[in-house]
């Protein structure tokens, strides 16, 4: 999984609907503990689609074995949970953006945090989760895979056109500085997953 390539079947939801393998390396030495995030900024939604949020990693789980996103949390390290993705669903779902519209990014985020546990249980929302990212997130990988369902394209014109942002198929999909390694950040980041 890479910044701008496009998603293996594997890891959208009409193939193999599993979450990918994540490791990170470079947190500050202060890190208390992690989250793993997957937001699809670029949902036709007013608030993105949030994918993925595991919560209550332990500071010394540096990786994620593909599949553990599965909903009865049997992949995940002892104490972490899922929450409910937009998809009404614990655990990962996959991408799945209309048939024909432009590519969608999905920003998979590593949080490390400045506290073991957010408080928060597997009932909590994924706006919740991202709030509380926000005020206790230290540094922050994050690497941008898209994925286009390429059913339709005749779709992708018309929607352009309806909402009035051609910008979408010439926006570039960038590395944020320190991709793919965690970095100190002064802004923290909810950032999750999408449809």
């Known amino acids: 999984m890479r910044d701008g390539e496009m998603l293996a079947d594997a890891h959208i939801f009409a193939g193999g609907n599993t979450s990918p393998q994540l490791s990170w390396s470079g ?49 995940l390290p002892a104490g972490a949970i899922s929450l409910r993705n937009d998809m009404g669903q614990h655990g990962y779902g996959g991408a799945a953006p209309p048939e024909g519209d432009f590519p969608h990014r999905y920003l998979f985020a590593v949080h490390a945090l400045d506290s073991e546990a957010l408080g928060l249980d597997s009932s909590a929302s994924c706006a919740v989760a991202g709030f509380n990212l926000t005020f206790h997130t230290i540094a922050r990988a994050v690497v941008t895979p ?50």
């Open 27 to 75: 947190f500050p030495p202060e890190t208390r503990g992690f989250a793993v995030t997957c937001f699809d900024p670029d949902a036709p939604t007013a608030s993105g689609w949030w994918h993925w949020v595991v919560l209550n990693l332990s500071a010394d789980v540096t990786s994620l074995p593909a599949g553990a996103g599965n909903p009865d949390g049997s992949g």
């Open 146 to 195: 898209v994925f286009q369902n390429l059913s339709s394209r005749s779709a992708v014109t018309t929607r352009v056109v309806t909402a009035g942002d051609p910008g979408h198929h010439t926006r570039a999909v960038a590395s944020p500085p320190g991709a793919g390694r965690l970095s100190r950040s002064t802004t923290g980041s909810g950032a999750g997953g999408g449809w």
